[in-house]
């Protein structure tokens, strides 16, 4: 079985960009998404060129920080200071329970300007193409078909659509709670990445090929100010460095593969 290991968000804050830097170096973590608006991308980037095994894609972030577009260009996208509009507020707008609604809150042409925008960023960081194009959070219909329009201009393949097509399994995931954006501390602390993984072991070994991930990370003052899926990062970067998963790997024979691997299959 070939296994895709994805790690979302980095370049979110430091301390996330360190849990999924020691989650490539100490774990199974191959695949990873940039956050090029924030702050920290350019921190996140000099981690790159030393590690080539790893396929470093682009996470579009339209609900925490910073814009990279102009943000007189996106009015609808962000707020009086030119930070994107939270996540957890854009689910409580009555507006966001239709399609109708969501394509008012979010206009098309917009998402496009911000989508190629953080694209652009990402090549001027790297200056290269991200080897994959990866939504982030609340995905309304505008926001993923810019990024499939993207993927069709550039050749740089849509994670949905690559997965989709070489079918790639998963474990099955309730998003309800996610979707809702509450800060729940104890769910996140009690979470079991692990446990949860090796559960389904019999699920994930039944594909030929797999994925596991989610967003590993260390946690800092600045994530709490950014997001309510925050302590359970730690849960999700123990997963990936987890001996007990390492040791499910080998004895399975699992091979761990990338985006750039997924495109040749």
């Known amino acids: 079985m070939k296994l895709l290991v994805q790690g979302d968000d980095f370049g979110f804050t430091r301390a996330v960009t360190d849990g999924i830097v020691d ?14 608006n924030m702050p920290s991308a350019e921190y996140a980037v000099s981690f790159m060129k030393d590690r080539p095994h790893v396929c470093f894609g682009i996470d579009f972030n339209i609900v925490s920080g910073p814009s990279c577009a102009d ?12 930070n994107f509009i939270r996540s957890s507020v ?21 998402c496009w300007i911000e989508i190629k925008a953080q ?17 982030h959070s609340i995905e309304p219909e505008p926001y993923k078909e810019a990024i499939l ?9 849509y994670s949905k659509v690559i997965r989709a097509e070489k079918k790639v399994g998963g474990i099955p995931f309730n998003r309800g709670a996610f979707n809702k954006k509450v800060f729940d501390a104890e769910a996140q602390l009690n979470k079991d990445t692990v446990k949860r993984v090796l559960d389904n072991s019999e699920i994930l070994l039944s594909y030929e090929i797999a994925s596991i991930g989610g967003h590993p990370g260390y ?13 359970e990062r730690c849960k ?10 390492k040791k499910w790997i080998d004895d399975n024979n699992i091979e761990l593969i990338t985006y750039y691997d997924l495109v040749k299959i």
Do not use: Q, W
């Open 219 to 231: 946690i800092d003052a600045e994530l709490l100010k950014l997001t309510t899926l925050s302590l």
């Open 119 to 135: 694209y652009n960023r990402f090549v001027e960081l790297t200056g290269k193409k991200p080897g994959y194009l990866h939504g």
């Open 23 to 36: 989650s490539i170096d100490f774990g199974i973590l191959r695949n990873t998404g940039l956050f090029a």
């Open 149 to 157: 329009r993207l993927s069709k201009e550039t050749g740089v393949p």
């Open 71 to 82: 943000p007189k260009l996106i009015p609808h996208l962000v707020d009086e200071e030119g």
């Open 90 to 110: 854009r689910v409580k707008d009555e507006r966001y329970k239709t399609e109708e609604g969501r394509r008012e809150m979010f206009p098309a042409e917009e």
């Open 236 to 245: 999700d970067a123990e997963m990936c460095m987890s001996p007990e998963i």
